[in-house]
């Protein structure tokens, strides 16, 4: 039973567009949502997260935007360069102190010049 | 910087061996995680530990056994390797909900 789905297993974008990757969750208690970025034969690294309280949170070139009634969120990357081709895994979390993280299963992004 | 580092980036080992996986965090983390990474299935859980001596089975425990003697130190046990678990194994400490940090991973090979 896979919680978190991302339906996408490849992007491809040229440099300087809107990159958008997409995730969606079906447990209602997660309330912490994360997205990691890995390169090949490395571990993932943290890159922007939000609470389910928020809607939207924002770092620079990318955004995570969550909407909660249709358990889907989303990363954006503008604009997209070449170094953001990595595969990009979502997490969710429920808070029980734990921080134990539910994965999906990856989208590779191809980002060319 | 938060530091994990795992023992190995590579390892081929035989079926039927008990291999020992072992993770390093330096940050003072409770929680400790070990994942495997498989194509088209991400990462999965297969123990985490929130403190010394403490484990708690993740959602692919079969196969598996951790030890985590020190607080800085989970060990990943494979008691009789096969061959479905050649895979990427990621270990993982956090301290906060802000996420995980991870290793750079260890690609096991079972022959």
């Known amino acids: 039973d896979q919680q978190v789905k991302q339906n996408s297993p490849s992007l491809s974008v040229q440099e300087g567009r809107i990159s958008i990757l997409n995730c969606d969750y079906t447990n209602s208690m997660f309330d912490y949502f994360l997205w990691y970025k890995k390169y090949p034969a490395e571990g993932p690294t943290f890159l922007i997260s939000i609470s389910s309280i928020k809607d939207k949170n924002e770092d620079g070139r990318f955004t995570v935007f969550l909407n909660k009634s249709a358990k889907h969120l989303s990363l954006h990357i503008v604009p997209s360069q070449p170094g953001d081709s990595a595969v990009y895994f979502c997490a969710a979390s429920v808070n029980t102190g734990f921080q134990k993280l539910v994965f999906g299963t990856g989208t590779r992004l191809l980002v060319s010049p | 910087d938060v530091k994990v580092t795992q023992s190995s980036r590579y390892l081929v080992k035989r079926t039927g061996e008990k291999v020992f996986l072992e993770c390093v965090q330096d940050m003072d983390h409770e929680n400790m995680f070990w994942y495997r990474q498989d194509p088209g299935l991400g990462l999965r859980l297969i123990y985490f530990?929130?403190?010394?001596?403490?484990?708690e089975k993740g959602d692919i425990p079969e196969g598996y056994s951790v030890s985590r003697e020190k607080k800085e130190r989970f060990s990943l046990i494979l008691e009789s390797a096969s061959t479905n678990q050649t895979s990427m194994y990621l270990c993982?400490?956090?301290?906060?909900?802000?996420?995980?940090?991870f290793g750079q991973g260890t690609r096991l090979t079972v022959v």
């Open positions: 530990s929130y403190d010394v001596k403490m484990k």
């Open positions: 993982a400490s956090s301290l906060s909900v802000e996420g995980a940090f």
